[in-house]
């Protein structure tokens, strides 16, 4: 018993089947049921995992680093890492190999995620092991160069993405045979892929690879149209401009799409072509029946990602029409599949767009909850959280927490920007208008024309139209009113935003509505601190303890649904206390 506890101590928990890979021993099971009745030192759960309590593990393994010696140990790593590995847990396998010390394991492991698109590989959690391989290591293999460049490009450093392209290109002039085509595949494939490589030809692009798949016999890498977003237009790329073609070049290049895309080209023209008559407010009947279409299709051996972004279009659908229940249907019917499929990816932007349902009609807990799993935006910016960012600005504008609102705004703004992601530059300039109208800046007008503007030059109506009551406040402000020039576009728009808000009244309204009561010390605290007072100041002003002031405060800041004194101030002057 002693020596399998020793063994399976040197991983944080564990299974049976990792139990046994790391110790070879198949009786691990009855010692395991006779250690839970000696004591209470290890635990089960109702999964199956295993735990020992934190101090008798940490006690085993340093008596097993004195018994067994380093390479033992390192051997007792190493299978842990083939566990791992097997069960396509490649951060736990890579954490065990570092231990081991089995740097070729590393490698291989990195080399393998390169053949992934950014969807379904795991670049930005492995991107301490890419940055710890030398240059020299990387150019001597294509998907190395690949995969670091497509890392980059996630990473917001363009000028280092473009670099391995560059370097990859230089190893692809001097290699023959296979090594030259699996060099060249993966230029392709970046050409196409690489965000800061946008869309503006991409289409001569596309129609150069099929004399490389046919005529070269070279194979395209598997490419993620949508990014598992539940979007196609505003997935893996941005096709604003595409849309103004829709209906043309859906007819013209579909074909060749599918073809070059195999599978992950199933569905894709009526999926995304349903998608873009939606964003214009298109006709109903043909919008659903186009995705209905490419739904189907997709079912025939296509990508589960894209009848997401079918399922995601038709629940938005359904809650323009104010079938909250459609919607939610829609949505937790195909979360089965995905669960199914053990598909995290797209579970975590599923989890996203029911949070997003949930704010249409204020559901606090659900709210709450998802925030607890959200991206954290203080730690480095990772592209493809894009569509969980402006979930969690949502949610702070539900909160009354503007100010972080604001500021995560200014970091998507700036890769929308950096990488012209048209549609994204819209959606945050309408949601910085509503966050600079409840901060009570002068400019929030500005703002909101600007995103007015850039979406009629697509005849986007629902990126506005969907934050129904909480931008119909700004679109009614007169002088607003006064500045849009009236046509069919505007008139469509105030139409399908009104009726948003009047479906969904408490949609992104601050979660404190009525007043709370405030004694008259509280009142006064909130008052001075308005004036920029400290604690210590307000004591003194107040003929009070400091320790009352910070008590008076905190009670405060939990009546206001705040964390801080800055967003407590603007609350109450919301709520018109100050």
Known sequence: MTQLLMQVSFVDEFTLPLAEMISGNKDAYRIFEEAKEIGNFIEESEDGVYVIRPLLRTALQKRAHREYGSERCREIYCNAGLFYEMQDDVINALTMYEKSEKRERIKEILIRNARKNPGNGHYFELRKYYFSMSDEEIRKDALLMAGMSMLYSMLLQPDKSDYWYKQLEEYEKHQTGGTKR????????LDIALAQKGTHNILDIIKKIPPLLFDKGISLPEFSVTSNLPSIMNGGKDFCE?????????????????????AYGKGL???AVGESQYEKGGDTYEIMSM???????TQAGGKIEMAFAAAGIQARLNM??????AAWSILESFEERVREENDKAILINLNAMKCRLALYTGKKEQILAWMKAAPQEEAEFYILDRYRYLTKVRCYLFKGEYL????????????????????????VRILTAITKYRLREENWRETLLEGITLAQGYHFLRVISEEGAAVWELLDDKRVRKSLEKCEYIDSLYMETRKMANQFPRYLAAEINNPPEF????LKILQLQAKGFTSKEI????????????????????????????????????????
């Open 404 to 427: 972080r609102a604001l500021s995560l705004l200014e970091k998507v703004q700036y890769y929308a920007t950096l990488y012209e992601r048209n549609y994204i530059n819209i959606e």
């Open 291 to 297: 995705l209905n279409k490419g739904t189907m299709e």
């Open 539 to 578: 004591a003194l002003t107040l003929k009070i303890k400091e320790e009352t002031v910070r008590y008076h405060s905190r009670q405060n800041y939990k009546k206001l649904g705040v964390s801080g004194k800055t967003d407590a101030v603007l609350a109450a002057r919301n709520l018109k206390l100050l």
């Open 269 to 271: 023209v009526n999926i």
């Open 320 to 325: 323009i029409y104010g079938d909250e229940e």
């Open 242 to 262: 595409w849309s103004k073609r829709d209906k043309e070049l859906g007819a013209s290049i579909g074909k060749l799409l599918a073809l070059v895309l195999g």
């Open 519 to 522: 004694s008259e010390n509280a």
């Open 182 to 189: 699996e060099a060249r595949s993966r230029l392709a494939y």
